[in-house]
T-cell receptor, first 109, second 114 residues
Framework: LAKTTQPISMDSYEGQEVNITCSHNNIATNDYITWYQQFPSQGPRFIIQGYKTKVTNEVASLFIPADRKSSTLSLPRVSLSDTAVYYCLLNQAGTALIFGKGTTLSVSS | DVKVTQSSRYLVKRTGEKVFLECVQDMDHENMFWYRQDPGLGLRLIYFSYDVKMKEKGDIPEGYSVSREKKERFSLILESASTNQTSMYLC?????????????FGPGTRLTVT
């Protein structure tokens, strides 16, 4: 069973910032928080990973509060091409990922 | 760039056939995984392997087996295909780096069993 909870779907418009929050109340000390993106008919693609505080890369930012029981993926200024399913996962080195159903983000013009 | 390739993008098989899905990665990754993805159910783990000749059952191993004779290759076998195995099959690989790692996915094989 997935160890995370996230909204089933979200809608946004081009140019807006999108924040997807993920709940993981039972996160373990060794868990990292990882987000993947999946377009139709493709395999998931790694976006960002973090352990605590804030991580930023060229695609997104990940905010993790001190208690690590939740995290927020932030996508700045989304475009139509950001329409995809976004998965929040917990992972430890050497273990298999458990995917939930993800959040379907729909971006409109 | 890491590359994970799968033998076919689309495959049509008949009920009862033995089906082989092949996955190859070119980055010397220790870990390899097979998932299936169905509408409304997300990705579900079938089998994974941490090393050559090693395998571990995932959440839904029934009706499947796997083979890992070489580090770069991980095969999923449907011993006797059934219509409820019609699905998108995704292979992934990863390398352990400290406590962080990233899984790289192949493009998927859409299998239809008639």
């Amino acid at each position: 069973l997935a160890k995370t909870t996230q909204p089933i779907s979200m809608d946004s418009y081009e140019g807006q910032e999108v924040n997807i929050t993920c709940s993981h109340n039972n996160i373990a000390t060794n868990d990292y928080i990882t987000w993947y993106q999946q377009f139709p008919s493709q395999g998931p693609r790694f976006i960002i990973q973090g352990y605590k505080t804030k991580v930023t890369n060229e695609v997104a930012s990940l905010f993790i509060p001190a208690d690590r029981k939740s995290s927020t993926l932030s996508l700045p200024r989304v475009s139509l091409s950001d329409t995809a399913v976004y998965y929040c996962l917990l992972n430890q080195a050497g273990t298999a990922l458990i995917f939930g159903k993800g959040t379907t983000l729909s971006v409109s013009s | 760039d890491v590359k994970v390739t799968q033998s076919s993008r689309y495959l049509v098989k008949r009920t009862g056939e033995k089906v082989f899905l092949e996955c190859v990665q070119d980055m010397d990754h220790e870990n390899m995984f097979w998932y299936r993805q169905d509408p409304g159910l997300g990705l579900r783990l079938i089998y994974f392997s941490y090393d050559v000749k090693m395998k571990e059952k995932g959440d839904i191993p029934e009706g499947y087996s796997v083979s890992r004779e070489k580090k770069e290759r991980f095969s999923l076998i449907l011993e006797s295909a059934s219509t409820n195995q019609t699905s998108m099959y995704l292979c992934a690989s990863s390398k352990i780096r400290d406590r962080e790692y990233e899984q790289y996915f192949g493009p998927g094989t859409r299998l239809t069993v008639t």
